[in-house]
């Protein structure tokens, strides 16, 4: 029946059937819509989306140790905040303070799934809501806007090279996450943590120091996407960033991580995140058309029902792989 | 033979604290509100309390449930928005022409549950038909769900004045909030459900270990299918509650967090999340820990973002104690 499909295209499909997508929408939107190529829109898109990208790279790594962090989106909002607070004393002071933030409360994370051995899921929902109290707490429930002229802003705002900053930090972040997963003994570990992780330790590697690492590398990406947040719309914002956990987490499983830990790639991560964001930039496009009017509430709809197509997927091809083996 | 039973009895403390932690917790709380709190154990403040504290109760009792067999609910919140978007379209007949008004409110207490319980079955469908883990297959209905709702109603709040329905979320019976008699009818049902039914055992065996409940004859999936419709017709009476006290549907706002805030009583409640536990009781108990935890901040003048930092640190607490005293 299906026979013809061998196990190998399977396999490709399976993890780069992210990336042909990710084309086949780019393609689509290059030749439906006359300005999507433009400059403007490119850089506006990566501008916004290479905050969601950091947010997805920790979230990879700590679903591939077959954890979770659901307290990202509230760290996003702390660091927006804290960095906007810090912005009068320059771009430097702004990012150490949303970094320190992240840091934080990463290492609390971290603390309390290795020590207290509670559930990463338990533990970082605790901390999504004492980061987002913390926030309001700060930001005195209203947003803190930034200081326009000690140029805090640039790190959101300004291009280098012809690229935006955050696209920069974004990219460099990928590149260090990918050599981190694939060629050092730390990625080897991470993988090794969320395929048994009770093998791991009894093999004398150091799953407990990795775990944690793992949470505060999280907290630190999701700390400097504040840091653009706040630099890119002027000002901290203690209620932005709910439910980005919940995109993250999508981004990741779209790109091809499984849930369960152990298996996972840094590059299909940042196509997943692209993927979902472009669903956005399209919507936007082919409301311009004037065709149909859709809302930006469909967006979620749509997100969710590509998350849906996605998971079922790999259900299927999950589900063959086993029939195969058997 | 005296240390053994010395250590006996200190791990008879530690099991106590964790079998028995919440409750403790929940009695030791009111005392000290009693103690410190003006007007605590006021007709008022009770009320107060229990009409916040009610939706999450009844919400958490569904995820008790789903979490008793080791799934996890995250679209709860998306549906109460989905039950409360529907629920005024249906009763200003917008939906559909409605005979009376009174038929039309009886439709709109019935179909919009039922609604949430076919998005519940959809869930279900998902994890056991496809083999996907629970907390992605109903990553789907939290994204789309509310989406749903929203677009339903172009993300509009509608205002609405119907007396008739919202008797479920303003009406008093003998002084008594019609939600909180909802909310323990509900309990009762549900603890009575696991104590004394079969379904209850099934539930039970299916979180504790699912290949060996196959292996025993248990309907493994047809149970899941169920903890996940009643979750989403938990949620959908939920969101009518909501929607009556606030004399209004706003897609946007209603049930937002409550997935959260659910999982955060059940755990507090003692009930683990890798399943095979389900304590009714203790979700009650776990709710109204933080419930009464963020009263008593406010009441003393600690601002709301503060109390959620308490909450947190409270949530953690509460669970270390649990793995402390299942280790002992």
């Known amino acids: ?326 | 033979m005296s240390e053994q039973a010395l250590s006996r009895r200190t791990v008879d403390i530690r099991s106590l604290l964790a079998r028995h932690g919440a409750l403790i917790a929940l009695l030791v709380l009111v005392a000290g509100n009693m103690a410190l709190t003006p007007h605590f154990l006021s007709w008022q403040t009770m009320s107060v309390n229990l009409t916040q504290v009610t939706t999450i109760i009844i919400v958490a009792v569904g995820m008790t449930l789903v979490i008793a067999t080791g799934g996890i609910d995250l679209s709860v919140g998306a549906l109460m928005a989905i039950a409360g978007a529907f629920a005024p379209l249906i009763f200003e007949g917008k939906l559909f022409p409605v005979p009376s008004v009174l038929a039309g409110v009886g439709i709109a207490f019935v179909l919009p549950v039922l609604i949430a319980g076919l998005c519940g079955w959809f869930n279900g469908y998902l994890i056991t038909h496809f083999r996907i883990q629970p907390m992605i297959a109903t990553l789907v209905l939290f994204t789309a769900g509310r989406g749903v709702a929203q677009v339903m109603t172009n993300g509009n709040l509608q205002a609405f004045r119907m007396p008739a329905f919202q008797v479920i979320g303003l009406g008093k019976v003998f002084g008594v909030p019609v939600q909180v008699i909802l909310m323990i009818l509900i309990v009762w049902a549900a603890a009575w459900t696991m104590r004394r039914t079969r379904f209850g055992r099934e539930v039970l065996a299916v979180g504790g270990n699912q290949r060996a409940a196959r292996l025993a004859g248990v309907p493994v999936d047809h149970t899941i299918r169920r903890v996940y419709i009643i979750s989403g017709l938990c949620s959908g009476i939920a969101g009518l509650i909501v929607i009556s006290i606030n004399s209004s549907a706003d897609a946007n706002v209603v049930g937002l967090g409550s997935e959260f805030d659910a999982i955060a009583a059940v755990t507090v409640g003692g009930t683990r999340l890798s399943g095979g536990v389900a304590s009714m009781t203790g979700t009650v108990i776990g709710a109204l820990i933080i419930q009464i935890v963020r009263y008593m901040l406010l009441a003393n003048g600690v601002p709301d973002s503060a109390a959620m930092v308490v909450k947190a640190g409270l949530i953690i607490l509460a669970v270390a104690l649990q793995t402390q005293g299942q280790r002992a």
């Open chain 1, 1 to 326: 029946m299906r026979q013809g499909l061998s196990a190998r295209t399977l396999v490709v499909f399976g993890r780069y059937g992210v990336v042909f997508a990710l084309v086949l929408l780019f393609a689509f939107g290059a030749l439906r819509y006359d300005n999507f190529l433009g400059v403007f829109n490119l850089l506006t898109f990566l501008r916004y989306n290479s905050m969601f990208a950091l947010v997805g790279l920790g979230m990879a790594f700590t679903i591939m140790t077959g954890g979770i962090d659901l307290s990202v989106g509230a760290v996003v909002a702390l660091g927006s905040v804290v960095s906007a607070m810090a912005s009068p004393y320059g771009l430097w002071a702004g990012l150490l303070a949303g970094v320190a933030a992240g840091l934080v409360v990463g290492v609390i994370n971290g603390l309390v799934i290795v020590r207290l051995n509670i559930m990463p899921f338990i533990a970082t929902l605790a901390l999504m809501l004492a980061a987002r109290g913390t926030a309001l707490l700060f930001a005195g429930n209203q947003s803190v806007p930034v200081s326009y002229d000690s140029g805090f802003m640039s790190i959101g705002t300004d291009d280098l090279f012809g690229f935006p900053i955050p696209a920069w930090i974004a990219l460099g972040a990928y590149a260090a996450g990918s050599v981190l997963l694939n060629f050092t003994s730390f990625g080897r570990i991470v993988l090794a943590i969320g395929g048994n992780e009770d093998a791991t330790r009894l093999m004398g590697l150091p799953a407990d120091r990795v775990k944690f690492l793992v949470y505060v590398l999280s907290g630190v990406l999701a700390g400097i996407a504040g840091v653009i947040l706040a630099a890119q719309f002027g000002a901290g914002q203690p209620i932005e960033g709910n439910g980005w956990e919940l995109f993250a987490i999508s981004a990741v499983v779209v790109g091809g991580t499984l849930l369960t830990g152990g298996e996972g790639s840094v590059g299909t991560t940042l196509a997943g995140v692209l993927l979902l964001g472009l669903i956005f930039n399209i919507l936007n496009f082919e409301n311009g058309l004037g065709w149909i009017s859709l809302s930006a509430y469909w967006q979620s709809v749509i997100r969710g029902l590509f998350l849906l197509g996605v998971v079922v997927l790999q259900a299927k091809l999950a589900a063959q792989g086993r029939t195969r083996t058997a």
